[in-house]
């Protein structure tokens, strides 16, 4: 199809390095809604737009449920409060759980040095045992 405006399952699962099946996939949950011409799926801007912010949220660890409820509240446009509101929320709560998961890494960092340093400490000591 390749038009400007429009794209085909194929040509946008492949600007975006996804298969038809995660498009399709998208398609059921409702983030996105192509037309159909005829048997096929036809995605126009608004649907690249979304599937540009699905893609975005994903990889900062949203849930395709929080997505979905997000873009629900979206209205081309006109500026919405409540989707505002809710994208405030959904991203405070986001940046809490990567707060805590940082603080869960830096701690196992802290345990896995002091165990390296033990272990270094232990074969010095045996292999300065084993010379004598």
Request: aromatic content about 8%; glycine content about 6%; cysteine-free.
């Amino acid at each position: 199809m390749s038009r400007s405006d429009l794209w085909t399952v194929s040509e946008l699962a492949g600007e975006f390095d996804l298969t038809t099946q995660a498009l399709r996939f998208y398609e059921e949950k409702g983030l996105l809604s192509p037309r159909r011409v005829g048997n096929s799926r036809v995605y126009d801007r608004r649907d690249r737009a979304r599937l540009t912010l699905v893609r975005k949220f994903q990889r900062l660890g949203f849930s395709l449920e929080d997505i979905r409820e997000y873009l629900s509240l979206y209205r081309s446009g006109r500026p919405n409060a409540e989707q505002y509101r809710d994208g405030l929320a959904k991203i405070r709560r986001r940046l809490a759980e990567l707060e805590a998961m940082k603080r869960d890494l830096e701690e196992a960092v802290t345990e896995l040095l002091a165990m390296e340093q033990d272990a270094l400490d232990r074969l010095t000591k045996l292999e300065g045992a084993e010379k004598t």
